[in-house]
Each structure stands twice: as structure tokens, then as C-alpha cells.
């Protein structure tokens, strides 16, 4: 049984041509992304940028049981981070978010096999654990280009 989730993620520019961002956190319903967006705006960092900065994505994972009660749970999250030899730049690419971890680990394993990225570095795989509704994600803000 599929239930949704909503993605909250901020990017800004660093500079003319360095883009940043982050996730600030994965919801139960929309109301409670925008409610995590409304506490974060005028928190440092994010009050130097518009509200245009924030984006809500809304997703599907899938579930062996009939989930009654999506704020109590977890999701594992399919993430890689490599970095570029010729480069300076930090690459981080989410690949899905799984219901449980056997599922998720199984799932990086054909990633590693059969994705071309995966096969190049597949030692960068990490699968990360996200609780639904945390608040406390980015809560005291960060440091933005004029700090």
C-alpha cells in the first residue's frame, strides 16, 4: 500500500555559480511541511534569502502493512556522494526512500550493480534513516554568504 510523504528542501545560491541546499525534513501531510517552512524562514541564514527558496515535493513509498499512522515512522533514505577528481565539487544524488531497511538494502545492491553511476563508485552508497515529522532539522538555521 502506497502512503505519501512530503520532501521540504532549501536551495540558494552561494555565488553566481555555486548552488547549495539541503533537506529540512520529511512530513506526514502537507500542512505540517508548510508549518516546518513557516518556523524556518526567519531563522539565520534563511531569513537572507525569499521564500521562494523552500520547496515542498510530495512522494510515494511503498508499505507491506496498512500503515495507520504515518507520523510515527521511519524511512530509509538511498542516497551517493562522490567528488569529482578534477573538480572541488561534492556531488549527492537521493535515489529513493524505502519503507524498511532490507528493502532499501536490496535495492542499493542492483543500484550498485546496474546503475552506471553505481558502478562507479560503489563504496559511496549510504543508506540513511529519517524520522517522519522531526522538527528539529536545520532549527537553528545556518550560516548564509554574508556570515
Given at each position: 500500500?502506497?502512503?505519501?510523504?512530503?520532501?521540504v528542501e532549501y536551495n540558494y545560491l552561494v555565488n553566481?555559480?555555486?548552488?547549495?541546499g539541503f533537506n529540512l525534513g520529511i512530513?506526514?501531510?502537507?500542512?505540517?511541511?508548510?508549518?516546518?517552512?513557516?518556523?524556518?524562514k526567519n531563522l539565520p541564514g534563511f531569513n537572507k534569502y525569499g521564500i521562494e527558496?523552500?520547496?515542498i515535493t510530495k512522494f510515494g513509498v511503498n508499505f507491506d502493512y496498512d500503515l495507520k499512522n504515518k507520523s510515527n515512522v521511519s524511512l530509509?533514505?538511498?542516497?551517493?556522494?562522490?567528488?569529482?577528481?578534477e573538480e572541488d565539487i561534492s556531488y549527492y544524488v537521493i535515489f529513493g526512500y524505502y519503507s524498511n531497511l532490507k528493502e532499501a538494502n536490496l535495492e542499493m545492491k542492483k543500484l550498485k550493480k546496474h546503475s552506471r553511476i553505481g558502478k562507479k563508485h560503489p563504496n559511496n552508497f549510504e543508506i540513511n534513516e529519517m524520522k517522519v515529522d522531526n522538527f528539529n532539522s536545520w532549527s537553528e538555521g545556518f550560516k548564509g554568504i554574508d556570515e
Open positions: 500500500m502506497i502512503k505519501y510523504f512530503y520532501l553566481k555559480d555555486e548552488e547549495s512530513f506526514s501531510t502537507k500542512k505540517k511541511a508548510l508549518e516546518k517552512i513557516e518556523l524556518s527558496n523552500f520547496s530509509f533514505q538511498i542516497a551517493l556522494e562522490w567528488n569529482e577528481d
